[in-house]
């Protein structure tokens, strides 16, 4: 499945995982793990703005976004016309734009988006600012890492919920429409979370009959979607 616009290939997580060696920091990234992956409903909005480079204010690209999940730890996410569901027994990714769906074998995704631990090898310890309503946490690349990004910087609220993710990011992108030449900048992306609710997530968000139906291990795609390509990599 091919990913055309910018901001596709800029994002790979909804919610990227940080560490911190600070014993402040490692509570408070804890406490926000547990928000997230706790067994309740849970529902926000999201919007996606890419800068073209790191400096800039004028955004060069954006996506609005909606995330649900249900006590049963079940993901919907919607970022503009592109679709995930990830339940307990099958994965499914929507592309509207590119007619395709991609089906893999479901997993507790949740289980690993949220393992802060994973980048500690890759991150110095982070500048954590109090401001008052949210923590401000900055975490700068080490020389040697295997992150895509020179710099991630948290709005965590005193909640515990993020409202936002900066993202610095360490490659260059090329932002040329022709492929004759090249215009590679460094971009930057910022992720701003809407208020989040734990008002219950409705069930037919999660019921893949709408999409495609499974019968003796065969996937046959709804009436909506049987111009799609299906990519079964279950």
């Given at each position: 499945?091919?990913i055309?616009s910018?901001?596709?290939?800029?994002l790979?997580f909804l919610?990227i995982s940080?560490?911190?060696?600070?014993?402040?920091?490692?509570?408070i990234?804890?406490?926000?793990?547990?928000?997230?992956?706790?067994n309740?409903s849970?529902?926000?909005?999201?919007?996606?703005?890419?800068?073209?480079?790191?400096?800039?204010?004028k955004?060069?690209?954006?996506y609005?976004?909606l995330?649900?999940k249900?006590?049963?730890?079940?993901?919907y996410?919607?970022?503009?016309?592109?679709e995930y569901l990830?339940?307990?027994?099958?994965?499914?990714?929507?592309?509207?734009?590119?007619k395709?769906?991609l089906i893999?074998?479901?997993?507790?995704i949740?289980?690993k988006?949220?393992?802060?631990?994973?980048?500690?090898?890759?991150?110095?310890?982070?500048?954590?600012?109090?401001k008052?309503t949210?923590?401000?946490?900055?975490?700068?690349?080490k020389?040697?890492?295997?992150?895509?990004?020179?710099?991630?910087?948290?709005h965590?609220?005193?909640d515990?919920?993020?409202q936002?993710?900066?993202?610095?990011?360490?490659?260059?992108m090329?932002?040329?429409?022709d492929?004759?030449?090249?215009?590679m900048e460094?971009?930057r992306?910022?992720?701003?979370?809407?208020?989040?609710?734990r008002?219950?997530?409705?069930?037919?968000?999660?019921?893949?009959?709408k999409?495609?139906?499974?019968?003796?291990?065969?996937?046959?795609l709804a009436?909506?979607?049987r111009n799609?390509?299906?990519i079964?990599?279950?």
């Amino acid at each position: 499945m091919k990913i055309k616009s910018k901001i596709k290939r800029a994002l790979f997580f909804l919610l990227i995982s940080c560490c911190t060696y600070s014993q402040n920091g490692e509570e408070i990234l804890r406490k926000v793990r547990t928000q997230y992956s706790s067994n309740k409903s849970l529902q926000f909005s999201t919007t996606y703005n890419l800068y073209k480079r790191q400096q800039d204010k004028k955004v060069y690209e954006f996506y609005t976004g909606l995330y649900f999940k249900n006590a049963d730890n079940e993901v919907y996410i919607k970022i503009n016309d592109t679709e995930y569901l990830i339940t307990k027994r099958i994965n499914a990714q929507i592309s509207n734009e590119e007619k395709a769906v991609l089906i893999t074998n479901g997993t507790n995704i949740l289980s690993k988006e949220y393992d802060f631990g994973n980048l500690f090898d890759d991150f110095q310890k982070p500048l954590i600012k109090d401001k008052k309503t949210y923590w401000e946490m900055e975490f700068k690349a080490k020389p040697i890492t295997t992150q895509p990004y020179s710099k991630l910087v948290l709005h965590i609220g005193k909640d515990y919920f993020i409202q936002k993710q900066i993202f610095y990011y360490a490659n260059a992108m090329d932002f040329s429409g022709d492929y004759r030449k090249q215009d590679m900048e460094y971009p930057r992306l910022e992720i701003i979370f809407g208020k989040h609710s734990r008002e219950n997530v409705p069930l037919a968000l999660f019921d893949t009959s709408k999409y495609f139906t499974v019968a003796n291990k065969k996937v046959t795609l709804a009436a909506r979607y049987r111009n799609y390509e299906l990519i079964d990599h279950r």
